[in-house]
């Protein structure tokens, strides 16, 4: 179920929190349990047939995790880290290579029609990151409901944030309606729930009206004109923040209100005055592991320029295969790779960079960038291209009205982090955030629910 959905706002939700809040100060021991039932049975709504994979998967890493604890034996969890990456592999890249594989002639490209189980690149990390600090010694051993629920709970099972061990497994052991500020907590919550859906149901969801019909076209051949292709471009380029960057908000106000608090996961990143800058502000949380587990893993910067500019370019090539299962997410991430090499370069020659201009560059190259992970092909990529560089004809009709709040909120406007968690508490914000609400409902009760984009991930 969708969090901008009916049957999520106004059935699970309240029946969640009321059967957790009777648990916590009725049965504290069925605390945990009750969250971990609902964080299945939330999961199993989208397809109950994945409910096995991600029982099994909890079951087997968790059992892996005791062996080591008694043995000590670091092949265990190399064998439970290659069997992960070999699951995720099996569901979302085999028909990738098999394809890759099929380009070369007489080789057999054997294909599997699998559905994708949602999710699954995000409880995967999970237990890598887990199971990577156990053999590091930095992670102690969990039972088999605080693991279970580290790894499927609901506000973040689907699409992040990413969450270290090290951030929520304390978490577990509170009270966190007796706590004294139980009351503000729980409001600010649901004040971070009401903002991440408005940015999905009225800033990101009318962007997509605008952004669809435009790669659509352009992966039918169909000619884009110059205004269509920077209307679709620009649209989704403050589409994909406001639908991502408006989920994480959700989660981390969902967890709020159970008592848990997860890691912001963007900081107004169409701010940024440099690449780097911006992927300390983009989905924060992936960042972090990228240069934890698979940056510093090469090398990173401890072994010369040589290896540091193999490892931010392996690192980001990587980063887009994860995004999804195509060339173009390839290319994507390795475009990424490439500036933040440039961008290395720069300063160690101890260039100077204006900050206004550095904001300009930064925000053109992503912009450029989301062109490519947003085409389904080279040819619909390269066909916005010519579009945007002026090979096209120019059109009319350029579509402004969604863009341009858009653009001011991204940009200009306060992050939701920053509007909930520093203002103080005020009847005129209840009330305000209740309106808020009121018409994100009607909102969704009169247009089509999008999904989230990053559910296909």
């Not at 021991?29 to 999961?43: D, E, I, K, M, T």
């Not at 892996?64 to 992960?84: M, S, W, Y």
């Not at 409901?145 to 689907?158: C, E, G, M």
């Amino acid at each position: 179920m969708l969090f901008n959905s009916f049957v999520f706002l106004l059935g699970f939700l309240p029946f969640a929190f009321a059967l957790h809040w009777l648990a916590e100060r009725f049965r504290p021991g069925w605390r945990l349990p009750v969250l971990a039932a609902l964080s299945f049975a939330f999961y199993g709504y989208w397809d109950w047939r994945f409910i096995p994979l991600l029982a099994f998967s909890i079951l087997l890493n968790w059992w892996i995790a005791e062996a080591f604890v008694k043995t000590k034996r670091g092949a265990l969890i190399t064998l439970a880290i290659v069997l992960n990456l070999a699951v995720l592999a099996l569901f979302k890249y085999f028909n990738f290579f098999a394809d890759l594989a099929g380009m070369i002639p007489g080789l057999p490209a054997p294909r599997l029609d699998l559905a994708l189980p949602l999710g699954i690149s995000f409880f995967t990390f999970h237990h890598v990151m887990y199971l990577t600090d156990l053999r590091r010694g930095e992670a102690p051993r969990y039972d088999l409901v605080r693991y279970a629920l580290y790894i499927a709970f609901f506000p973040q099972v689907l699409a992040g944030p990413l969450v270290r061990w090290r951030e929520i497994m304390h978490q577990f052991d509170e009270r966190p309606y007796l706590r004294s500020d139980a009351a503000e907590r729980i409001a600010r919550g649901l004040m971070l729930l009401t903002v991440g859906l408005a940015k999905k149901v009225l800033l990101g969801d009318p962007l997509a009206e605008y952004a669809n019909p435009v790669f659509a076209a352009a992966a039918a051949g169909q000619a884009v004109s110059v205004a269509e292709a920077w209307q679709g471009t620009l649209a989704f380029t403050f589409q994909i923040y406001f639908d991502f960057s408006g989920y994480t908000d959700m989660a981390l106000g969902l967890a709020l209100l159970f008592g848990i608090v997860l890691p912001q996961n963007f900081d107004a990143p169409y701010r940024s005055a440099s690449i780097q800058d911006f992927w300390r502000r983009w989905h924060m949380t992936l960042s972090r592991f990228l240069r934890d587990y698979l940056y510093i893993g090469l090398g990173g910067s401890r072994h010369g320029l040589p290896t540091q500019v193999w490892a931010l370019f392996a690192t980001m090539a990587l980063g887009g295969l994860w995004h999804g299962a195509g060339l173009t997410f390839v290319a994507w991430g390795v475009a990424h790779g490439l500036a933040l090499i440039l961008a290395l370069f720069w300063r160690r020659a101890g260039l100077p960079m204006p900050p206004l201009l550095g904001w300009l560059l930064t925000f053109v190259f992503v912009m450029l960038c989301w062109v490519l992970f947003r085409a389904t092909s080279f040819e619909a990529a390269l066909t916005i291209y010519k579009s945007l560089f002026g090979f096209a004809p120019l059109g009319n009709g350029f579509k402004w009205r969604a863009l341009l709040p858009a653009a001011a909120f991204a940009i200009i406007g306060p992050t939701a982090w920053a509007l909930v968690h520093r203002l103080p508490p005020a009847r005129w914000l209840a009330v305000l955030a209740a309106v808020l609400f009121v018409l994100v409902l009607f909102k969704i009760g009169d247009d089509a629910n999008y999904e989230f984009i990053y559910f296909q991930f």
